[in-house]
C-alpha cells in the first residue's frame, strides 16, 4: 500500500510538471487572453502610467502593438512593473512573456543569461546629467564626484570602466529604481545622475525646472535598447522580432495608421501587400491572423509615428530621431525584407 | 535536574518491567508479528505514521531537486559557481578592505559580506545601549521619563524597520546641507568644532593615522594594518591587567575590609600604554576637507550607513528594551528591599543585585534580537547600502545571471553568521544563567 501511494504521488506530480512544459508561449498567452509585458517602473515616455492608470509610452506601445497583432485589441496585454534587478527573473521565470523595458542588448545577457534580444527599437547611449550651477560642461572635469547609479544595469559598468580608462575617481550612489535616482539628484545626495541618454531626457522632462539641468555631450557607451524574450521558443521570438520589423518597414513603405485600411484594398507595392497580409499568407506562417501587422499599425502607427507620439521633438522628452532614423535618412533602422 | 528524573526514570521503569516480563514468560505467548499491526497496534503504528511522513518529505525534497536539474536543463542552464572568479565590473562605495571595479565577483561578495559583519556589530552594540537604558528608564517613577520611553518604544517596534531605514535614509539626503554649501568666504554651512561636516551624502568625521607605517599582516584576502592590531593588542592587554588588579583589591578587601585606591591606578593602567604607542607611532587625526566636490580625508559615514545603522538600532532597541523590563521585572522585589535594607543605594542595587539576576531571563530573547537585527541587514539594499545582499545577492547575480547559486551562497552565509552568534550568546547564556549547585 505504501508502495501505491508512493508511485502515485511521483506519478501525478510528474504529469503535472509534463503539462506545464509542453506550452508554447503562444499557447499560452492565447489560452490566458491577453499578453503580459514587462515593462519599466514608470519612465515618462518610455513606460509610466498615465492619470488615469493607463500605461503609455514607446515601449508600452510596443507591447501593444504586439497585442494587437495577436487579438485585434492593443488593450489585450497587462503590464508588469519590473526593476533593473528584477527584470531578467521575471522574463526567465515566464512571469512576463517578452520584456520591453530600455534594456540593452549585450553579449552576456544574450549568452549566457539565456535571453533572446529580437532586435534594437531604440539606439542609445550612456550619458550624465549634472545642474547648471555646478559650473561642469564635461564628463572629463569630473574627478571625485558623486554619481548616482541603477543598480544591475549596464550603466553601472560603463561608469566604472569610463572613470577607470581616464584615471578619474569617483563616489558611487547605488538606487534601485529610475525614480530613486531622480530624488537623490533633485535632494543633490549625488552632483550627476548617469543613465541612457534618452532616460536622462525623460527624466529631465518631468522636473520641475528642466532648464536648471544640463545633459553632458560625452556619451560613453552604445546602449541598443530593444524588445526581449525567452531563449528556446523560436516561433515566439519570430513574432515579437517581425512585429518590430513590421512597424519599422511601415515607416520606410509609409504606411501609417491613417492610410493602412485604405493600403489593404489594394497597393501597388507588392511588399505592402505582403506585410498588410492581401498576399503571401505571411501571418499563417508566424501562427498569427494574416492582418497581424496592419493591426499593429492600424493600433499604435508605424514606427516614426510611435516616436513622435511618445518621445518625439514636439513632446516634454523632446528627443530627436538621431540614430534612430531610417536608414534611407541616414539612421540605424533596418529592416529586413519582407519577402 | 528534576524534569529528567520525573521524565525520564518512570519510562525506563516500565520497559524494565517489560523486559522483565519478556524474559521471565514463554516465547508462545507473545503474538506473531502481522502486517496489519502497523496500522492497528499502539505500539507500531507510530512508527509507521513517521516512516511514512519522512518518506513524503523525502520525495518533496527529491521533486524539488529534480524539478530545479530539469528546469536547469531546459533553459540549457549550467550549475557552476565559476562566476566567483570572474571579473566583477562594478564599484563599491564603502570598502573595509581593498577592492577596485577588475577584481573579482568573490571579492566584491567578501567586501559585503565584511559590510554586513560591520553593521551587524555596531547595530547590536547601539541597540543593546539603547535598549538597556530605555528598559531601566521605563521603570522609572519619574512620569515624564517613563512616558517619554513608553512612547519610544510603542512608536519604534510597531512600524516596520525598513520604513524608519527609509525615513533616515531620506531625513539624511533632503534636509542636510549639499557640499557646496560649506564652499567659500560666506558658506551657508560650517563644520562642527571644524572637524565634523554634516552633509546630504553621510557625516565626515577625522579619522586617525599614523606617520610610521608597521604594514600590514597578509592573511588570505585580508590585510589588517599592524598598526590597529599592536593598538587592540596594547588595550587588551591593558583590560587585563585592570582585571587584575581590581580582583587584587577584592581580595584585599575580604582579607582587611579595607579597599586600597584603585581608580587612578586603572586610568593609568587602561590609557598610558595605548597613549604611549599612538605617540610612538606618531598618529594624529587626519581632518575632512572640502576637496572639488566633495569633502576627502576624515571617515566618511555614508548616508546608507547611517540610516542603516540608526534605522536598525532604534527598531531593535525598542524590543531590547521590553525584555530588559520584563527580565527586571523578573527579579522579585524582596531583592531591591533587600538591597536597600543592606544600604545600597540605587545605582548600585541595580548594578550588582538586580541586573545580574535579570541577565538570565534577558539574554535567551536577546539572542533572536541579535539575530532578527542581524539578518535585517540584508535590507540594505533599499537605501543602497553594499552589503553581502546587495552585491553578491544584487548586482552580481544581476550581471552574471547565477540566481540560484548566488541564492544558495547567500543563504548558506546569513545561516552561518547566525548559528555563529546564536553559538556565542549561547556560551555567554551559561554563564550568566543561574547556577545550580
Known sequence: ?339 | MWPRTRLGQPTGYIMSITNDQRVATAAPQKPAFHPSMLLYDQRYRSITIQIFALFLLMLGAAWLIDNVVNNLRLLGRTFSFNFLWQSAGYDINQRPIEYDSTMTHGRAALVGFLNTIILAILGCALATVIGVIAGVLRLSKNWLVSRLVTFYVEIFRNIPTLIWILIFGAVMAESMPAPSAFRGDNASSSMIFDAIAVTNRGIYIPSIQFQTELGVLPIGPFAPSLNWILILAVIIAGIFANKQLIAHANRLQSETGIRPKTWWKSILLLLLPVGVILVALGAYLDYPELRGFNFTGGLHLRNSFLAMWLGLSLYTGAFIAEIVRGGILAVSKGQTEAAFALGLQPGKTMRLVILPQAMRVIVPPLISQYLNLTKNTSLGLAVGYMDLRSTLGGITINQTGRELEGMLLLMAVYLVISLTISGLMNVYNSRVKLKER
Request: some cysteine; charged content about 15%.
Open chain 1, 1 to 339: 500500500m505504501k508502495k501505491n501511494v508512493l508511485f502515485g504521488t511521483f506519478a501525478a506530480s510528474m504529469l503535472v510538471a509534463g503539462i506545464a512544459q509542453a506550452q508554447s508561449t503562444l499557447e499560452q498567452v492565447m489560452a490566458r487572453g491577453e499578453l503580459v509585458c514587462g515593462s519599466n517602473t514608470g519612465q515618462a515616455g518610455f513606460g509610466a502610467p498615465d492619470a488615469n492608470g493607463v500605461w503609455q509610452g514607446f515601449d508600452v506601445g510596443f507591447c501593444r502593438a504586439l497585442a494587437a497583432a495577436i487579438f485585434n485589441d492593443p488593450n489585450a496585454v497587462s503590464f508588469v512593473p519590473l526593476t533593473s534587478q528584477t527584470r531578467f527573473s521575471a522574463l526567465a521565470s515566464g512571469e512576463v512573456d517578452v520584456l520591453a523595458r530600455n534594456t540593452t542588448w549585450t553579449f552576456v545577457r544574450d549568452v549566457d543569461l539565456n535571453l533572446t534580444f529580437v532586435g534594437t527599437n531604440y539606439y542609445d547611449g550612456q550619458g550624465f546629467m549634472v545642474p547648471r550651477e555646478l559650473g561642469v560642461s564635461s564628463a572629463r572635469e569630473l574627478d571625485g564626484a558623486t554619481v548616482c547609479i541603477e543598480t544591475g544595469t549596464t550603466t553601472e559598468l560603463n561608469l566604472a570602466d569610463y572613470f577607470r580608462v581616464n584615471g578619474m575617481s569617483y563616489e558611487p550612489v547605488p538606487v534601485d529604481t529610475a525614480a530613486e535616482a531622480q530624488q537623490q539628484y533633485l535632494a543633490g545626495a549625488c552632483d550627476v545622475y548617469t543613465t541612457d541618454v534618452s532616460a536622462l531626457a525623460s527624466s529631465r522632462a518631468a522636473f520641475a525646472e528642466p532648464d536648471a539641468h544640463l545633459i553632458l555631450p560625452e556619451v560613453v557607451s552604445k546602449e541598443p535598447l530593444g524588445p526581449v524574450v525567452r531563449h528556446g521558443d523560436d516561433n515566439w521570438a519570430d513574432i515579437v522580432q517581425w512585429t518590430l520589423f513590421a512597424l519599422i518597414a511601415a515607416e520606410e513603405l509609409g504606411i501609417t495608421s491613417a492610410n493602412v485600411e485604405e493600403l489593404k484594398t489594394g497597393s501597388n507595392n507588392p511588399e505592402v501587400g505582403r506585410i498588410l497580409g492581401t498576399d503571401g499568407g505571411f501571418g499563417a506562417m508566424l501562427g498569427l491572423d494574416d492582418d497581424w501587422a496592419a493591426r499593429a499599425i492600424a493600433a499604435v502607427g508605424n514606427y516614426g509615428e510611435l516616436f513622435a507620439a511618445t518621445i518625439g521633438d514636439q513632446t516634454p522628452i523632446g528627443l530627436a530621431r538621431g540614430l534612430n532614423a531610417q536608414w534611407t535618412q541616414g539612421g540605424l533602422l533596418y529592416a529586413p525584407p519582407f519577402r
